[in-house]
């Protein structure tokens, strides 16, 4: 079943530490979103990617990280997380073409950083 | 800046009621809008999408899109308490290195009273 993976689902940790949130997706989608959502919040784009060695930064600062190796795989990496990074991180595809851009989303990280 | 207005709410309603949620945007040119729900706690989920002006139906979901006023609406007929989440409404930006992302709203939040 075409769908968009996100793990952990949950993550605490303490500050300091690197993290690597996962994201995949077997929807063969060529674009690939991270976007982060504090509680009842907007969502911020972070970061974006167009294909594989293709990244680019969004419309939010962020002291993230990410990499696009595989076509179906982009993860988010924090090198130190700080308790300001404690948010929910969301992932979403879509497909290449100009047209519509229907993105589809993952079910989230929520990240705590104590 | 380029955005999209929402009215936050909350929006209350009586199971049955037809719930009717509205979008502005600023950018002249966009030609692809997409509405979202979000549950509490949850990722967005993709019900309509809408190109062209005019009414777009999909069961109990019509999407209204009118360029030359520069507004998208969403209506929910015989509303349901399993209808009441956050509503966002998301415009795919036309312009600069950013072309084919998408802007959202902050949403607004509908409640469906039995």
């Known amino acids: 079943e075409a769908d968009i993976y996100q793990t952990p689902r949950y993550l605490v940790i303490g500050t300091g530490k690197k993290i690597t949130l996962e994201c995949s997706q077997t929807m063969g989608h060529d674009k690939m979103y991270w976007y982060q959502q504090d509680p009842g919040m907007e969502l911020h784009l972070i970061h974006y990617?167009?294909?594989?060695?293709?990244?680019e930064k969004g419309d939010l600062s962020s002291e993230s990280t990410v990499s696009r190796i595989r076509t179906e795989h982009f993860p988010l990496t924090l090198e130190s997380a700080r308790p300001s990074h404690t948010s929910q991180y969301l992932c979403?595809?879509?497909?290449?073409?100009?047209?519509?851009?229907?993105?589809?989303f993952g079910p989230g990280t929520r990240l705590t950083v104590t | 800046q380029k955005e999209v207005e929402q009215n936050s709410g909350p929006l209350s309603v009586p199971e049955g009621a037809i719930a009717s949620l509205n979008c502005t945007y600023s950018d002249r040119v966009s030609q692809s809008f997409f509405w979202y729900r979000q549950y509490s706690g949850k990722s967005p989920e993709l019900i309509m999408s809408i190109y062209s002006n005019g009414d777009k139906e999909d069961g109990r979901f019509t999407a209204q899109l009118n360029k030359a006023s520069q507004y998208v609406s969403l209506l929910i007929r015989d509303s349901q308490p399993s209808d009441s989440a956050t509503y966002l409404c998301a415009v795919m930006m036309n312009y600069g290195g950013s072309q084919g992302n998408l802007i959202f709203g902050k949403g607004t939040k509908l409640s469906v009273k039995p």
């Open positions: 990617s167009y294909g594989v060695n293709s990244t």
């Open positions: 979403a595809s879509s497909e290449a073409g100009a047209g519509s851009n229907e993105q589809y």
